[in-house]
Protein backbone atom coordinates (compact mmCIF):
# COMPACT_ATOMS: atom_id res chain seq x y z
CA UNK A 1 0.00 0.00 0.00
CA UNK A 2 1.57 3.33 -0.98
CA UNK A 3 1.30 6.54 1.37
CA UNK A 4 -1.21 8.17 -0.65
CA UNK A 5 -3.97 4.83 -0.70
CA UNK A 6 -2.77 4.92 3.45
CA UNK A 7 -3.82 8.22 3.75
CA UNK A 8 -7.26 7.49 2.02
CA UNK A 9 -7.78 4.87 4.50
CA UNK A 10 -6.99 6.82 7.39
CA UNK A 11 -9.19 9.74 6.56
CA UNK A 12 -12.27 6.75 6.30
CA UNK A 13 -11.53 6.67 10.28
CA UNK A 14 -14.16 8.88 11.69
CA UNK A 15 -11.44 10.17 14.20
CA UNK A 16 -9.09 11.26 11.69
CA UNK A 17 -11.59 12.30 8.99
CA UNK A 18 -11.01 16.12 9.32
CA UNK A 19 -7.20 15.84 9.85
CA UNK A 20 -5.87 17.70 7.02
CA UNK A 21 -3.93 15.63 4.05
CA UNK A 22 -0.36 16.40 5.01
CA UNK A 23 -0.83 15.87 9.06
CA UNK A 24 -2.48 12.15 7.71
CA UNK A 25 0.87 11.68 5.25
CA UNK A 26 3.20 12.53 8.26
CA UNK A 27 1.04 9.90 10.24
CA UNK A 28 1.02 7.29 7.73
CA UNK A 29 4.92 7.74 6.89
CA UNK A 30 6.06 8.12 10.54
CA UNK A 31 3.78 5.00 12.20
CA UNK A 32 3.64 1.46 10.48
CA UNK A 33 1.00 -1.18 9.34
CA UNK A 34 1.12 -4.50 11.07
CA UNK A 35 -0.26 -7.64 11.14
CA UNK A 36 -0.88 -9.72 13.90
CA UNK A 37 -2.51 -13.58 13.65
CA UNK A 38 -5.24 -15.23 15.89
CA UNK A 39 -4.08 -14.70 19.46
CA UNK A 40 -0.53 -13.00 18.73
CA UNK A 41 -0.08 -10.76 21.33
CA UNK A 42 0.21 -6.52 20.65
CA UNK A 43 0.97 -6.24 23.83
CA UNK A 44 1.12 -7.67 27.77
CA UNK A 45 0.24 -6.28 31.12
CA UNK A 46 3.55 -4.48 32.60
CA UNK A 47 5.04 -3.54 28.81
CA UNK A 48 6.02 0.00 28.71
CA UNK A 49 3.86 2.25 26.67
CA UNK A 50 5.82 3.31 23.84
CA UNK A 51 2.93 3.39 21.24
CA UNK A 52 -1.11 3.55 20.39
CA UNK A 53 -2.91 0.86 18.20
CA UNK A 54 -5.66 2.27 15.63
CA UNK A 55 -7.45 -1.50 14.71
CA UNK A 56 -7.95 -1.02 10.92
CA UNK A 57 -8.72 -4.87 9.86
CA UNK A 58 -10.50 -7.53 12.09
CA UNK A 59 -10.80 -7.72 16.22
CA UNK A 60 -8.61 -7.63 19.31
CA UNK A 61 -9.13 -8.71 22.79
CA UNK A 62 -8.29 -6.70 25.45
CA UNK A 63 -7.27 -8.98 28.63
CA UNK A 64 -7.11 -7.68 32.16
CA UNK A 65 -7.05 -9.69 35.49
CA UNK A 66 -9.27 -8.11 38.44
CA UNK A 67 -8.30 -8.15 41.90
CA UNK A 68 -9.86 -11.75 42.42
CA UNK A 69 -7.57 -13.33 40.07
CA UNK A 70 -10.23 -14.02 37.34
CA UNK A 71 -9.36 -12.60 33.49
CA UNK A 72 -12.07 -10.35 32.09
CA UNK A 73 -12.17 -10.05 28.02
CA UNK A 74 -13.26 -7.02 26.29
CA UNK A 75 -13.37 -6.66 22.12
CA UNK A 76 -12.27 -3.66 19.97
CA UNK A 77 -13.14 -3.69 16.57
CA UNK A 78 -12.12 -1.21 13.77
CA UNK A 79 -11.52 1.81 14.00
CA UNK A 80 -10.50 1.37 17.63
CA UNK A 81 -7.75 2.97 19.67
CA UNK A 82 -6.09 0.80 21.88
CA UNK A 83 -3.52 1.60 24.47
CA UNK A 84 -4.12 5.52 24.69
CA UNK A 85 -4.69 5.68 28.23
CA UNK A 86 -0.96 4.46 29.01
CA UNK A 87 0.44 6.85 26.46
CA UNK A 88 -1.33 9.63 27.85
CA UNK A 89 -0.32 8.91 31.34
CA UNK A 90 2.93 7.99 30.83
CA UNK A 91 2.35 4.45 32.45
CA UNK A 92 2.65 0.52 31.80
CA UNK A 93 0.24 -1.48 30.15
CA UNK A 94 -2.40 -2.33 32.26
CA UNK A 95 -3.81 -4.91 30.41
CA UNK A 96 -2.74 -7.27 27.62
CA UNK A 97 -4.47 -7.21 23.94
CA UNK A 98 -4.20 -10.15 21.64
CA UNK A 99 -5.29 -10.71 18.01
CA UNK A 100 -8.68 -12.13 17.83
CA UNK A 101 -8.22 -14.13 14.63
CA UNK A 102 -6.54 -11.85 11.70
CA UNK A 103 -5.71 -8.46 12.82
CA UNK A 104 -3.98 -5.43 10.80
CA UNK A 105 -3.26 -2.73 12.81
CA UNK A 106 -1.78 0.64 12.49
CA UNK A 107 1.44 1.74 15.07
CA UNK A 108 1.62 4.66 16.32
CA UNK A 109 4.72 5.98 18.42
CA UNK A 110 4.01 7.76 21.26
CA UNK A 111 5.24 10.77 20.49
CA UNK A 112 3.72 11.06 17.36
CA UNK A 113 0.43 10.16 18.91
CA UNK A 114 1.12 12.92 21.55
CA UNK A 115 1.61 15.32 18.39
CA UNK A 116 -1.55 14.32 16.91
CA UNK A 117 -3.15 14.84 20.05
CA UNK A 118 -1.84 18.57 20.95
CA UNK A 119 -2.25 19.86 17.28
CA UNK A 120 -5.43 18.65 16.06
CA UNK A 121 -8.58 19.25 18.76
CA UNK A 122 -11.22 17.17 17.14
CA UNK A 123 -8.49 14.29 17.25
CA UNK A 124 -8.01 15.11 21.24
CA UNK A 125 -12.02 15.76 21.39
CA UNK A 126 -12.52 12.28 19.95
CA UNK A 127 -10.19 10.65 22.33
CA UNK A 128 -11.63 11.98 24.95
CA UNK A 129 -15.15 10.81 24.02
CA UNK A 130 -13.75 7.37 23.12
CA UNK A 131 -11.68 7.13 27.03
CA UNK A 132 -15.16 8.50 28.77
CA UNK A 133 -16.95 6.07 27.18
CA UNK A 134 -14.20 2.76 27.72
CA UNK A 135 -14.58 4.46 31.85
CA UNK A 136 -18.62 4.48 31.69
CA UNK A 137 -18.27 0.66 30.21
CA UNK A 138 -15.41 -0.02 33.03
CA UNK A 139 -17.39 1.28 35.86
CA UNK A 140 -20.78 -0.40 34.46
CA UNK A 141 -18.35 -3.88 34.58
CA UNK A 142 -17.42 -3.41 38.18
CA UNK A 143 -21.13 -2.43 39.14
CA UNK A 144 -22.19 -6.14 37.55
CA UNK A 145 -19.47 -7.70 39.06
CA UNK A 146 -20.02 -5.97 42.64
CA UNK A 147 -24.09 -7.03 42.14
CA UNK A 148 -22.70 -10.79 41.30
CA UNK A 149 -20.39 -10.43 44.75
CA UNK A 150 -23.48 -9.50 46.89
CA UNK A 151 -25.60 -12.14 45.17
CA UNK A 152 -22.86 -15.18 45.98
CA UNK A 153 -22.28 -13.90 49.32
CA UNK A 154 -26.66 -13.69 50.26
CA UNK A 155 -26.55 -17.55 48.08
CA UNK A 156 -23.77 -18.63 50.88
CA UNK A 157 -25.35 -16.65 54.14
CA UNK A 158 -28.63 -18.49 52.72
CA UNK A 159 -26.92 -21.72 53.27
CA UNK A 160 -25.17 -21.44 56.36
CA UNK A 161 -28.42 -20.52 58.02
CA UNK A 162 -30.06 -23.55 56.41
Excluded at 24 to 34: D, G, I, M, P, Q
Excluded at 101 to 121: K, M, P, S, Y
Amino acid sequence: MDINQEVERLREIPMLSKVETSRLKLLAFTSRLVQYEDREALFHVGDPADSVYLVMEGEVEILAETEGGETTTLVRGENALIGEMAVISKQERSASVRARGNVLVLRIEDDVFLQLLTGNAEVALDVMRQLSDKLAEAHHANEQLQNQLFALKAVQAGGEDG
